[in-house]
T-cell receptor, first 111, second 114 residues
Framework: SQQGEEDPQALSIQEGENATMNCSYKTSINNLQWYRQNSGRGLVHLILIRSNEREKHSGRLRVTLDTSKKSSSLLITASRAADTASYFCATDGGSGYALNFGKGTSLLVTP | GAGVSQSPSNKVTEKGKDVELRCDPISGHTALYWYRQRLGQGLEFLIYFQGNSAPDKSGLPSDRFSAERTGESVSTLTIQRTQQEDSAVYLC????????????FGPGTRLLVL
């Protein structure tokens, strides 16, 4: 079953603006990961945040995790047209391996 | 180094036929996963292999689905008597070991059952 739910479903912004996507989940987790998918094919891993971490940075990406609210956010700063893709959060749902994905947020960055 | 590879990239088949999908994980990765992604949806976990342990098949949707893996190398996912609802992208991923490790995904096989 799909545990993660991303919000919004779709987001359209202009280059240079920041994009914020949110993810909510239902059960306890060991970690939460964000992935990007271009053109409905392979997923690219962006960042992993563990359950004992609250915030993590990687380049233009900033991820926060609030385990008390069972939610996470992904912030992409200074967006570029190349950031156009679908973004998914994935949780391990406690199993330690099988990832549970939401339906994703479709991000469109226009020049 | 080479990433996860999958073949074929695309497969069109007729309802009732069997199909076999192949995944080559990253060399040295002991854990291998199969997921299915229907149009506009997130990924659904299908099956997990870790070394020589018994696979976790809890995500397989029916007994028409099966998968094998020889050691820590290639895996094949077989769908027998395909149905139209099997149409989806089938994604394979591998990781160094189970648990709390990044999963690296292949490009997927897009299956269309007519």
């Amino acid at each position: 079953s799909q545990q993660g739910e991303e919000d919004p479903q779709a987001l359209s912004i202009q280059e240079g603006e920041n994009a914020t996507m949110n993810c909510s989940y239902k059960t306890s987790i060991n970690n939460l990961q964000w992935y990007r998918q271009n053109s409905g094919r392979g997923l690219v891993h962006l960042i992993l945040i563990r359950s004992n971490e609250r915030e993590k940075h990687s380049g233009r990406l900033r991820v926060t995790l609030d385990t008390s609210k069972k939610s996470s956010s992904l912030l992409i700063t200074a967006s570029r047209a190349a950031d156009t893709a679908s973004y998914f959060c994935a949780t391990d749902g406690g199993s330690g391996y099988a990832l549970n994905f939401g339906k994703g947020t479709s991000l469109l960055v226009t020049p | 180094g080479a990433g996860v590879s999958q073949s074929p990239s695309n497969k069109v088949t007729e309802k009732g036929k069997d199909v076999e999908l192949r995944c080559d994980p990253i060399s040295g990765h002991t854990a291998l996963y199969w997921y299915r992604q229907r149009l506009g949806q997130g990924l659904e976990f299908l099956i997990y292999f870790q070394g020589n342990s018994a696979p976790d098949k809890s995500g397989l949707p029916s007994d028409r689905f099966s998968a094998e893996r020889t050691g820590e190398s290639v895996s094949t996912l077989t769908i027998q008597r395909t149905q139209q609802e099997d149409s989806a992208v089938y994604l394979c991923a591998s990781s160094l070991a189970e648990g709390q490790e990044t999963q690296y995904f292949g490009p997927g096989t897009r299956l269309l059952v007519l």
